[in-house]
């Protein structure tokens, strides 16, 4: 009997410590696995909102698109095109349009177009006017084809770009000088004539609504 009763004690004990050891092992694994679902699960579930980037437009769409609106090669364009993409990268969109200006020393500068941006669909109507600083006399009518980089909502178009000193510069009978502000920055191309006293632009308010005042 007493032989029995030991032997009881030591089964119940046995079990005792089996059932222990089948929850601590239990214990120790479900960390392991919370973990693991935590790192497979997608960042948006995280509690981060995943930031978003508009796409762009690649060397090829811009040198077809520059060729057929200043009616140049694509080889004349390329070249122009390569130089912007070397500084800035490729743009979220493009503005296309005219624009007018004049000199006698200090001069006007109006323009208006309409802006193109990935992933948005139709148009948007820009306005642009500023001083400019020239050495010439006289007015000219010019097209103009606008690179737009970083321009994350396209209402922050509407603001004043001052020109970026020392980036203007001709390619291939075409000119083209950079403005920036709020981290956005544009690179208007002019052809030939056109660019006549753009490298020394102020600055340019692009707006919604046509202004009389450039200031």
Do not use: K
Not at 93 to 122: C, F, H, K, N, P
Not at 163 to 186: H, K, P, S, W
């Amino acid at each position: 009997m007493r032989l029995s009763s030991v032997s009881s004690r030591h089964a119940r004990l046995a079990a005792i410590a089996a059932a222990f050891g089948v929850i601590m092992g239990a214990c120790a694994t479900a960390p392991a696995g919370n973990a693991q679902a935590q790192a497979e699960r997608p960042a948006g579930e995280q509690g981060s909102q995943p930031q978003t980037q508009r796409e762009t437009y690649n060397s090829t769409e811009i040198v077809e698109a520059v060729s057929d609106f200043f009616g140049v090669t694509a080889e004349a364009a390329g070249v122009l095109v390569e130089r912007i993409f070397s500084d800035l990268g490729e743009p979220v969109g493009y503005i296309i349009g005219e624009e007018a200006s004049g000199a006698v020393g200090v001069g006007l500068r109006y323009g208006q177009g309409d802006m193109v941006l990935r992933g948005e669909t139709g148009t948007q109507r820009v306005y642009w006017q500023g001083p400019s600083v020239g050495f010439d006399a006289g007015g000219n009518a010019s097209r103009v084809f606008t690179l737009v980089y970083n321009l994350d909502h396209p209402d922050r178009i509407y603001q004043r770009f001052p020109g970026v000193e020392g980036t203007a510069y001709f390619v291939a009978g075409m000119g083209v000088n950079y403005q920036r502000a709020d981290y956005i920055t544009l690179a208007p191309i002019r052809s030939g004539v056109g660019f006549r006293a753009g490298a020394n632009v102020g600055y340019l308010a692009y707006s919604r609504r046509r202004n009389i005042l450039p200031f």
